[in-house]
């Protein structure tokens, strides 16, 4: 069974602040309450790009801040459960961000504001789509891709893509079942769980489940 090769693409991405900043927890919830979904998007999916060699106990931005700024572990730790790529929903995630705080307020009120420099600083990115010129045949020149593209590669196959595709698969698992036949390794790799490795550990899984290699059949 073949089909078309596989092309390695990535995204070229500007980040861009929006102007809004947080110093205390109930700026916080009112910055994440008004957002545009793009900001939310960005602080929840988008940290493994700024973190590409060790994501940490805390992989989005909202519950790395609570940790590192507001000294707020318990909140950290509820807003670093959630896993945007298996919820797809970006107002349910919101929704759950927001009851986080709001437990928060409730326990220990609105906290004195963090020092200057250290505000939660609202972004947004925007990108764009390009061909890396990496092409992959088979499962050994699929291998080689992925050794070979940048980390950030990785994260548009293997993470936004499961956001992307309607069946909330990745592309490489995509690829390895309708491509090859490899329907054993494509449903081990669509059910790793990525969201809390950093890119080159994911890499490294990835590539180690390939070499485990299923059964073309």
Not at 105 to 119: F, I, K, S
Not at 140 to 149: M, P
Not at 172 to 180: D, N, P
Not at 209 to 215: A, M, P, S, Y
Request: net charge negative; glycine share 6%.
């Amino acid at each position: 069974m073949r089909s078309d090769p596989f092309a390695f693409r990535d995204a070229i991405r500007l980040t861009s602040p929006t102007g809004v900043a947080a110093a205390t927890l109930r700026e916080f919830r009112i910055g994440i309450e008004s957002a545009d979904p793009e900001v939310i998007h960005h602080h929840l999916r988008e940290t493994p790009l700024r973190f590409p060699l060790q994501i940490g106990n805390y992989p989005n931005d909202f519950a790395l801040w609570a940790n590192v700024n507001l000294k707020n572990t318990t909140l950290a730790e509820r807003l670093a459960v959630l896993d945007p790529f298996h919820e797809r929903d970006i107002e349910e995630l919101r929704e759950r961000v927001i009851e986080s705080i709001e437990i928060a307020l409730d326990y220990q009120g609105n906290h004195q504001a963090v020092l200057p420099g250290h505000e939660f600083f609202f972004s947004r990115s925007f990108s764009t789509e390009i061909e890396l010129g990496t092409i992959a045949y088979d499962l050994e020149t699929l291998i080689d891709g992925i050794h070979s593209v940048p980390a950030s590669s990785l994260f548009f196959h293997l993470y936004e893509s499961r956001l992307r595709n309607e069946d909330g698969r990745d592309d490489l698992s995509q690829w390895l079942r309708s491509g090859l036949g490899a329907i054993d390794v494509a449903e081990r790799l669509s059910d790793l769980d990525f969201y809390l490795l950093s890119l080159e550990d994911c890499r490294s899984v990835v590539v180690e489940l390939l070499n485990d290699g299923g059964t073309v059949r």
